[in-house]
């Protein structure tokens, strides 16, 4: 398309929802800034200086119950405004249990994504039509954000955390991706694009990558790499808790809270060993802060969570 868009494609199950409430409220706002300008114009040429317009008690017709009326009828519609939009939000932080999970890094001043067969992009991000995919991020440096205009999509990616975003594309095509946050000189070149592909396509593409082992393998190797097998094995000479079925269910700790095993508890377990001590065992975990980098903590814990479907029957 040439020229100036006025909307930008609509290209996820999101778009559009997010393109009405966002022009129920143009309209709106609009027809009231007529309506307050338009009355501000009126009066202040009717009631100017030496006019002759009656200035005496109000019209019987702007009685209280008017007054009442209008006031609870744009109470309504704003409290409708705000109802439409938070169910629109909440429904856009819970991705579908089943959706294709993709890890995203953002570092100055590029875009790593993994998938799960392993296959890893730079500032491309390849995702099949009509299937839901669940973006988890994280940082490396500073304060990045994940903006997809297409899908109506925007997350921020913060350092020491994991933040996620989801969509179903719904437009086979090429979108743009920016970071729509300030990170630093080449910000406004921290861009890229993501090419929406038929699910047979994604998955001859994902498998088509140079990377011989999906994700998870790589996390088995790296989790060899960087020691950890030496404790959690059984039988290791460290009393370390096991792994296997770990990721997904609740975890007791020794100040007695209990836990979720979820993506964050992984890896703040790794990151922060002492902040979660599992019941029973001692604080003897040393941190991986700075030892791990980004990418093999997403495929460590790519790996942990791989360890559900094993130990599951
Ligand atoms: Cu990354 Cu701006």
Same mark, same amino acid.
């Given at each position: 398309?040439?020229?100036?868009?006025?909307?930008?494609? &609509?290209?996820?199950?999101?778009?559009?929802?997010?393109?009405?409430?966002?022009? $129920?409220?143009?309209?709106?706002?609009?027809?009231i800034? $007529?309506?307050?300008?338009?009355?501000?114009?009126?009066?202040?040429?009717?009631?100017?200086?030496?006019?002759?317009?009656?200035?005496?008690?109000?019209?019987?017709i702007?009685?209280?119950?008017?007054?009442?009326?209008?006031?609870?009828?744009?109470?309504?519609?704003?409290?409708?405004?705000?109802?439409?939009?938070?169910?629109?939000? $909440?429904?856009?932080?819970?991705?579908?249990?089943?959706?294709?999970?993709?890890?995203?890094?953002?570092? &100055?001043?590029?875009?790593?994504?993994?998938?799960?067969?392993?296959?890893?992009e730079?500032?491309?991000?390849?995702?099949?039509?009509? !299937?839901?995919?669940?973006?988890?991020?994280?940082?490396?440096?500073?304060?990045?954000?994940?903006?997809?205009?297409?899908?109506?999509?925007?997350?921020?990616?913060?350092?020491?955390?994991l933040?996620?975003?989801?969509?179903?594309?719904t437009?086979?095509? !090429?979108?743009?991706?920016?970071?729509?946050?300030?990170?630093?000189?080449?910000?406004?070149?921290?861009?890229?694009?993501?090419?929406? $592909?038929?699910?047979?396509?994604?998955?001859?593409?994902?498998?088509? &990558?140079?990377?011989? #082992?999906?994700?998870?393998? &790589?996390?088995?190797?790296?989790?060899?790499?960087?020691?950890?097998?030496?404790?959690?094995?059984?039988?290791?000479?460290?009393?370390?808790?096991?792994?296997?079925?770990?990721?997904?269910?609740?975890?007791?700790?020794?100040?007695?809270?209990?836990?979720?095993?979820d993506?964050?508890?992984?890896? #703040?377990?790794?990151?922060?060993?002492?902040? #979660?001590?599992?019941?029973?065992?001692?604080?003897?975990?040393?941190?991986?802060?700075?030892?791990?980098?980004?990418?093999?903590?997403?495929?460590?814990?790519?790996?942990?969570?791989?360890?559900?479907?094993?130990?599951?029957?």
């Amino acid at each position: 398309m040439g020229g100036v868009a006025l909307w930008p494609a &609509q290209a996820s199950a999101e778009a559009p929802r997010v393109d009405a409430i966002f022009s $129920l409220l143009l309209v709106v706002s609009a027809v009231i800034i $007529l309506l307050v300008a338009g009355l501000l114009l009126g009066f202040a040429i009717r009631y100017r200086r030496g006019s002759k317009a009656p200035r005496g008690r109000l019209p019987a017709i702007l009685s209280r119950d008017i007054e009442i009326g209008w006031t609870s009828a744009t109470a309504f519609l704003a409290l409708f405004l705000f109802w439409w939009a938070g169910a629109a939000q $909440l429904a856009a932080v819970q991705p579908p249990p089943q959706a294709l999970e993709i890890r995203v890094i953002g570092r &100055q001043w590029m875009w790593e994504v993994r998938h799960p067969s392993g296959a890893r992009e730079l500032d491309e991000l390849h995702v099949p039509l009509g !299937e839901p995919v669940r973006l988890v991020m994280s940082a490396e440096d500073v304060i990045h954000s994940f903006f997809v205009p297409a899908f109506r999509l925007k997350q921020d990616v913060v350092p020491g955390r994991l933040t996620e975003a989801w969509f179903t594309a719904t437009q086979p095509g !090429e979108y743009h991706l920016f970071c729509a946050e300030f990170c630093g000189t080449e910000h406004s070149a921290m861009r890229g694009r993501v090419v929406v $592909l038929p699910p047979e396509d994604y998955a001859r593409w994902s498998h088509a &990558q140079p990377e011989g #082992d999906n994700l998870a393998q &790589q996390g088995a190797k790296a989790f060899v790499a960087l020691g950890c097998a030496g404790c959690h094995v059984a039988g290791g000479p460290v009393h370390a808790p096991g792994l296997a079925g770990l990721y997904g269910r609740q975890v007791a700790l020794a100040d007695g809270r209990r836990v979720m095993a979820d993506e964050a508890y992984l890896r #703040d377990s790794i990151l922060l060993p002492r902040q #979660d001590v599992v019941a029973g065992y001692d604080p003897v975990m040393p941190s991986f802060a700075g030892v791990a980098s980004e990418a093999e903590l997403q495929r460590v814990v790519a790996y942990l969570m791989s360890l559900r479907e094993a130990a599951t029957p």
